[in-house]
Each structure stands twice: as structure tokens, then as C-alpha cells.
């Protein structure tokens, strides 16, 4: 699904067959891992998450062209409230683009590629994690949408609003989906 006009989101979901999933090995968001209302904190760190095109390698292997995407996980704060109301959105993120590869190198990384990628929210923790990606304790608040190329910055809209498009989209689910979203 293809969103139409200047204020409708560009957003697009699969239906997998439950089967198909479960012999994929996939794992999905449970619901509780959600965060629909986010309030976000100054000096929090957010992680958007995509798979940026400027990361793409492209090689050559036994006659034919191998494309390689990474997925990138950047570690960002918020932006306040005043400037995500100006841009738009209901979440800005600051989106340098300075980052650190999986060497520890520093490397520019142009965003594009990681509109509908997801913003995860991780509290404050006094244990030190095991590792960084550890479920339960990431919580997904929005999918990306726009980067805001002159001041740097991710839009994103919460998860609420995505819920709100897959309950009007697919009927069988808003038995689901209406009780969290009040």
C-alpha cells in the first residue's frame, strides 16, 4: 500500500502465511514491545534502524552480480517538540551522518534506504546489557519516513498512526488492534 497526496504516508506491509513465517524462522514485534504514545527524553539515545544504500557492495561471484544492503542501527537523540511539529512529524530524530562501520571505522552514511525502518527506544538500564540487540529490552516506537536533508534530522511517525493504516486496511485485525490504540 502506496500512500497518495502530500500528507499521506508512503507505507507498505506483507501478509506471510503463518507457516511460511514459522518455517522461515521469523520473529516478529510482540505487541508489548510496541510503544503506541511515545514520550521521548532528552539525552535518551533512540536507535534508527534501516538498511542505508550507502553502505551497498557490489561484487562479482561466479558469473553473476552479488548486492549487498547492510542493516545499520544508528544511535541518535531526540529533537524537541518544536521542531518535530515544524518538519511535519510527530518524532524528529537528529540523523548526523557520521557514523562508525562494523570495523570501527568512521564513515559517512547517506540515510536513504532507511525510510520504514524502525525507531527503537531503549531505557536506561543500571545493568550493562549482554548484548546490544536484546529482546524485550528495545522497544519499537515509530517507522522512518523523510530524512530532513538541511538540518540532518529522521522524521518518523509513532506507532500508533501505522496501526491505525493496517486496522482500516485489514479489517479481521481490528478486534487486535483497537483496544491498544485507546
Not at 535518551?44 to 538498511?51: I, L, N, R
Not at 548486492?67 to 510527530?90: C, H, K, M, Q, R
Not at 534530522?153 to 493496517?166: D, G, K
Amino acid at each position: 500500500r502506496v500512500g497518495i497526496g502530500n500528507n499521506e504516508p508512503d507505507v507498505a506491509w506483507l501478509e506471510i502465511d503463518p507457516q511460511s513465517a514459522k518455517d522461515s524462522d521469523l520473529v516478529a514485534v510482540p505487541l508489548q514491545d510496541v510503544l503506541l504514545y511515545p514520550t521521548l527524553y532528552p539525552g535518551e539515545v533512540y536507535f534508527a534502524t534501516g538498511f542505508p544504500v550507502s553502505l551497498k557492495q557490489v561484487s562479482e561471484a561466479e558469473g553473476h552480480r552479488e548486492i549487498t544492503l547492510p542493516f545499520g542501527i544508528y544511535g541518535t537523540t531526540a529533537v524537541d517538540d518544536a521542531v518535530a511539529s515544524n518538519a511535519g512529524a510527530l518524532i524528529v530524530l537528529e540523523y548526523p551522518k557520521q557514523g562508525i562501520d562494523i570495523n570501527g571505522n568512521q564513515v559517512e552514511v547517506e540515510p536513504h534506504g532507511v525510510s520504514g525502518g524502525g525507531i527503537w527506544y531503549c531505557p536506561k538500564q543500571e545493568a550493562v546489557p549482554k548484548q546490544v540487540w536484546e529482546p524485550g529490552r528495545l522497544k519499537l516506537l515509530a517507522l522512518s519516513k523523510a530524512y530532513l536533508r538541511r538540518s540532518h534530522q529522521v522524521a518518523s511517525e509513532p506507532m500508533h498512526i501505522w496501526l491505525t493504516l493496517v486496522r482500516n486496511d485489514i479489517p479481521e485485525l481490528r478486534d487486535i488492534i483497537d483496544p491498544l490504540l485507546q
